[in-house]
């Protein structure tokens, strides 16, 4: 999925933007408590216009988003009424948030800063095993020990050849073992899903997992990818 993909869903929308949450996610109401974020930088990647970057600035120190779709970004601000200046072509700053506007596999940490927490709901999902392990990479070269993460994982059956993938708890395991402490938080069963009857499924969970860094470094750099069943177009 290189970046054309993202251009094209953003200028479509409606299903193609469907992985946009109209609504806080409720594990951010649960494990961003107020008393959490306060004097925290909070990270997002591939942020698209998440409500929930409206929540964590209400209590965090900072939020940074990284969006390489300017059109996501604009919306943000103004769906969220919020005015914004630019430093920089691609900076956009309203109070305490600052959206990006680059690739995130090309940032260093020169332009965040130190980050305290990292938020993914919609990115490791987003991305096909390849563009995964970059992504992989990239969270490793920007955080630093003691960093701690939020994210969030779909688990479904039969599977699909796009996003959002399936990843299991073992996968995450995979992905991050190494380096952090997992905290496998949720699970829910969620069979009101709308890709449930989307695609007929058999199960759907959704994973939350609390990470805690440990060790910089260490990142999987090769995995064996699942033999897939796809469910029918």
Request: aromatic share 14%; proline share 6%; glycine share 6%.
């Amino acid at each position: 999925m290189e970046a054309k993909f993202w251009f094209d869903s953003w200028d479509k929308g409606g299903f193609y933007t469907s992985f946009h949450r109209r609504d806080i996610h409720p594990f951010v109401l649960t494990y961003f408590t107020p008393s959490e974020l306060r004097g925290k930088t909070v990270l997002v990647p591939l942020c698209g216009k998440s409500l929930d970057m409206v929540y964590l600035s209400a209590f965090a120190d900072k939020v940074i988003g990284v969006e390489i779709v300017e059109k996501a970004i604009i919306e943000f601000f103004e769906e969220n009424k919020l005015s914004y200046h630019q430093p920089d072509e691609e900076t956009y700053v309203a109070g305490n948030i600052t959206l990006l506007r680059k690739d995130f596999m090309a940032l260093t940490p020169e332009d965040l800063g130190p980050i305290d927490w990292v938020y993914d709901r919609a990115s490791l999902v987003a991305l096909p095993l390849d563009m995964r392990q970059e992504y992989l990479r990239a969270i490793d070269r920007l955080t630093d020990v003691g960093t701690q993460s939020l994210v969030i994982t779909l688990e479904y059956f039969p599977l699909i050849n796009s996003a959002p993938f399936s990843i299991t708890a073992q996968e995450m395991d995979d992905y991050y073992g190494l380096g952090h402490f997992i905290n496998h938080a949720e699970s829910p069963l969620l069979m009101q899903h709308g890709m449930v009857r989307r695609w007929n499924l058999e199960y759907l969970y959704e994973h939350g997992f609390i990470l805690s860094k440990h060790t910089n470094g260490l990142v999987l750099e090769k995995s064996t990818p699942v033999q897939p069943v796809f469910c029918p177009a």
